[in-house]
């Protein structure tokens, strides 16, 4: 993963996390226990950043689509492998193949991000049920919800916490 600086377009200071390795993963499984999900864990992004710099093992996976790499931003040193393809939104049927070719490993942790965090559980289940052991879904994604303008980037994600990513 990257150390690169937050982009100049970050709106809010880095704000990282203090917690051990373990104790991120702990958390992960605990999310994971109380949001019943079907998949290791869950992390807020600055919790997931800080995995990724305690984990050289880990791997950041982001699940947009190709329009929202290029016209939205991209976090340096991500995997990508589109849930659902563009244009058209229809589901990527090679979507565990592409991951497979991309990141042949499947017991490191596996963090997966998308526009808020829907597409990511979704693929998060998908590459446990294909023997991924760790896959960590990113709450709030990498622009977050919309606020009451309908606007996101405002209310969490990963650009708002002032984490790496660059504009294409």
Not at 98 to 110: D, V, W
């Amino acid at each position: 993963m990257s150390t690169t600086k937050p982009s100049a377009s970050s709106s809010t200071p880095l704000n990282l996390t203090s917690d051990s390795a373990e104790q991120l993963l702990a958390r992960a499984r605990q999310r994971a226990r109380e949001l019943a999900l079907n998949y290791a864990g869950a992390l807020l992004p600055a919790e997931a950043y800080a995995l990724l710099q305690q984990m050289p093992s880990a791997r950041l996976l982001d699940v947009r689509t190709k329009a929202e790499w290029e016209w939205i931003g991209q976090v340096p040193g991500a995997s990508k492998v589109e849930w659902n393809t563009w244009p058209g939104g229809q589901r990527n049927p090679a979507f565990i193949e592409e991951l497979r070719a991309s990141l042949p490993e499947q017991t490191a942790p596996l963090l997966l991000l998308c526009r808020s965090g829907g597409r990511s559980s979704a693929a998060a289940e998908a590459a446990t049920r294909a023997g991924y052991s760790l896959c960590i879904n990113i709450l709030e994604g990498f622009e977050g919800d919309k606020d009451s303008a309908s606007q996101r980037n405002r209310l969490g994600g990963w650009r708002h916490a002032g984490l790496p990513w660059a504009q294409s």
